[in-house]
């Protein structure tokens, strides 16, 4: 009698004569992937890779084979589209633009607030509620027609380019964009606190966050910090002079908070380094900016 010939269990109607060495079942030439000892079929690779931890940064993020700053391209795409819309529309940096509070009259035209309000005048800004202009606020810039113009966009997009790139490398794609969007809230909820009264706009509180991720990152891995500590005395310099023009408030705001994320992220515990716990901080620090922001409103509003 003859034995009954063996089948793969994928391809029932192919003769198989090799084993899986992981499940033990007839494979064909099509379903066989060489493993270290033997071969094994597609759904056993498939389920050894799951089971392979996948390895991490010392931040904490993902190891990435893409080399592409994908996030840092589409920041600087949202900035230039922003620009591009207030060039068609230039009420959006009113409408969008991080002010704490002011009053805005029949005209339109906005007047500045003392406490107190009147007829045919309305309360405008993040005092009223409005609290998407800590976000919206840094992605917008200053108009073409006002004195330092594309400028200002070009210089800061020059800056997000060159460090973004490098903080995005080490920190991971959602570190990178949480550890962003931190710094521009945090320049913007300083700017809050300290000139309510003041309409801003800039990327340059994330960025000043970004530079100071850069040099707590450089810190943490133990490079030459020579050429780093030049470039960060460069960017603080720029803050000083800059506060003749500029908003030092935000810049001040986004340097501290990129500063506090980064190390918070470089030198926790191994065991703290995971998603749900850096996650969890950074609502924390979420947490603290709303606690300011609504304590700075009731000073401004009278409760």
Same mark, same amino acid.
């Given at each position: 009698? &003859?034995?009954?010939?063996?089948?793969?269990?994928?391809?029932?109607?192919?003769?198989?004569?090799?084993?899986?060495?992981?499940?033990?079942?007839?494979?064909?030439?099509?379903?066989?992937? &060489?493993?270290?000892?033997?071969?094994?079929?597609? &759904?056993?690779?498939?389920?050894?890779?799951?089971?392979?931890?996948?390895?991490?940064?010392?931040?904490?993020?993902?190891?990435?084979?893409?080399?592409? @700053?994908?996030?840092?391209?589409?920041?600087?795409?949202?900035?230039?589209?922003?620009?591009?819309?207030?060039?068609?529309?230039? &009420?959006?940096?009113?409408?969008?633009?991080?002010?704490?509070? /002011?009053?805005?009259?029949?005209?339109?035209?906005?007047?500045?607030?003392?406490?107190?309000?009147? @007829?045919?005048?309305?309360?405008?800004?993040?005092?009223?509620?409005?609290?998407?202009?800590?976000?919206?606020?840094?992605?917008?810039?200053?108009? @073409?027609?006002?004195?330092?113009?594309?400028?200002?966009?070009?210089?800061?997009?020059?800056?997000?380019?060159?460090?973004?790139?490098?903080?995005?490398?080490?920190?991971?794609?959602?570190?990178?964009?949480?550890?962003?969007?931190?710094? /521009?809230?945090?320049?913007?909820?300083?700017?809050?606190?300290?000139?309510?009264?003041?309409?801003?706009?800039?990327?340059?509180?994330?960025?000043?966050?970004?530079?100071?991720?850069?040099?707590?990152?450089?810190?943490?891995?133990?490079?030459?910090?020579?050429?780093?500590?030049?470039?960060?005395?460069?960017?603080?310099?720029? #803050?000083?002079?800059?506060?003749?023009?500029?908003?030092?408030?935000?810049?001040?705001?986004?340097?501290?908070?990129?500063?506090?994320?980064?190390?918070?992220?470089?030198? /926790? @515990?191994?065991?703290?380094?995971?998603?749900?716990?850096?996650?969890?901080?950074?609502?924390?620090?979420?947490?603290?900016?709303?606690?300011?922001?609504? #304590?700075?409103?009731?000073?401004?509003?009278?409760?």
């Amino acid at each position: 009698m &003859e034995a009954a010939a063996t089948t793969c269990y994928r391809h029932p109607s192919t003769e198989a004569f090799v084993r899986c060495t992981r499940c033990d079942r007839y494979i064909c030439p099509d379903c066989m992937r &060489e493993a270290s000892v033997g071969h094994q079929c597609v &759904e056993c690779v498939k389920e050894g890779q799951r089971s392979v931890r996948q390895s991490r940064t010392v931040f904490g993020g993902a190891m990435s084979r893409a080399t592409a @700053p994908v996030v840092t391209y589409v920041l600087i795409a949202l900035n230039v589209l922003a620009y591009l819309g207030e060039v068609v529309q230039p &009420e959006i940096v009113d409408r969008f633009a991080v002010l704490g509070a /002011a009053l805005t009259g029949p005209d339109g035209e906005q007047y500045y607030y003392r406490g107190d309000t009147f @007829p045919g005048y309305e309360l405008t800004g993040i005092a009223d509620g409005e609290w998407y202009r800590l976000v919206t606020g840094a992605f917008l810039h200053l108009p @073409p027609d006002a004195s330092f113009g594309v400028m200002h966009l070009l210089f800061n997009m020059f800056a997000l380019w060159n460090i973004g790139r490098a903080v995005e490398g080490q920190l991971g794609r959602a570190r990178y964009l949480a550890l962003y969007l931190l710094s /521009a809230v945090g320049g913007s909820v300083l700017v809050y606190l300290l000139a309510p009264d003041t309409s801003t706009v800039g990327a340059s509180g994330a960025v000043f966050g970004l530079a100071a991720a850069y040099w707590v990152i450089h810190r943490r891995l133990g490079h030459d910090m020579a050429a780093v500590n030049r470039f960060m005395a460069g960017f603080l310099l720029w #803050m000083v002079l800059s506060a003749l023009f500029t908003s030092w408030q935000g810049h001040l705001g986004g340097l501290l908070t990129g500063a506090l994320v980064t190390y918070g992220l470089a030198y /926790a @515990p191994a065991k703290l380094r995971t998603g749900p716990l850096q996650l969890a901080g950074g609502l924390v620090l979420l947490g603290l900016f709303a606690v300011a922001v609504v #304590m700075r409103t009731s000073a401004l509003t009278g409760g």
